[in-house]
T-cell receptor, first 112, second 116 residues
Framework: SQQGEEDPQALSIQEGENATMNCSYKTSINNLQWYRQNSGRGLVHLILIRSNEREKHSGRLRVTLDTSKKSSSLLITASRAADTASYFCATESHTGGFKTIFGAGTRLFVKA | GAVVSQHPSWVICKSGTSVKIECRSLDFQATTMFWYRQFPKQSLMLMATSNEGSKATYEQGVEKDKFLINHASLTLSTLTVTSAHPEDSSFYIC????????????FGPGTRLTVT
């Protein structure tokens, strides 16, 4: 099962621009994580934000969490061609036996 | 950080045969591991939760007799795809939680299965 939706499904931008991806989920969560996946490869963990946090930064990444709206956003600033990948949000819920459920993902393409 | 490995990284098998995929936690003991399946251009779908010493818990719609999971030790879980068919071709990813790191989750690199 999937927890929720991500939008956009695909995003194409120029190098140097910012990329914003959104994620919505359905149930109460312990935390929300963002992962990156290059085509045909494994997952790379980007950032984790806990349910009592509203914003978190890591390098060029900024994540926000709005538990009242059950939504999160990932902002990548000053994008690079190397940022081209699929990005997934994933939620962990204590009611789900600490399972991690992934969103549908956003495919980001950064043009050089 | 903790490392989770999978073996093999890719496998090609003929329709009707069975394939076993291993998931190992290399530097920690994992009482719980998870198996995911990912079809091309799609997200990861949780298949089952693998519990050491007990039966796996399968997600709705996942055939437990087709996808056999064995968590025989605290560092090893195996997924066996029985009587594989071309529609089972997918990317299989496992993850494990480290109880000594606040049950933080670590993902394996994945196994690409192609059934011909």
């Amino acid at each position: 099962s999937q927890q929720g939706e991500e939008d956009p499904q695909a995003l194409s931008i120029q190098e140097g621009e910012n990329a914003t991806m959104n994620c919505s989920y359905k149930t109460s969560i312990n935390n929300l994580q963002w992962y990156r996946q290059n085509s045909g490869r494994g997952l790379v963990h980007l950032i984790l934000i806990r349910s009592n946090e509203r914003e978190k930064h890591s390098g060029r990444l900024r994540v926000t969490l709005d538990t009242s709206k059950k939504s999160s956003s990932l902002l990548i600033t000053a994008s690079r061609a190397a940022d081209t990948a699929s990005y997934f949000c994933a939620t962990e819920s204590h009611t789900g036996g600490f399972k991690t459920i992934f969103g549908a993902g956003t495919r980001l393409f950064v043009k050089a | 950080g903790a490392v989770v490995s999978q073996h093999p990284s890719w496998v090609i098998c003929k329709s009707g045969t069975s394939v076993k995929i291993e998931c190992r936690s290399l530097d920690f003991q994992a009482t719980t591991m998870f198996w995911y399946r990912q079809f091309p251009k799609q997200s990861l779908m949780l298949m089952a939760t693998s519990n050491e010493g007990s039966k796996a818990t399968y997600e709705q719609g996942v055939e437990k007799d087709k996808f056999l999971i064995n968590h025989a030790s605290l560092t090893l879980s195996t997924l066996t795809v029985t009587s594989a068919h071309p529609e089972d071709s997918s990317f299989y990813i496992c993850s494990a939680r480290d109880p000594d790191r606040s049950y933080e989750q670590y993902f394996g690199p994945g196994t690409r299965l192609t059934v011909t």
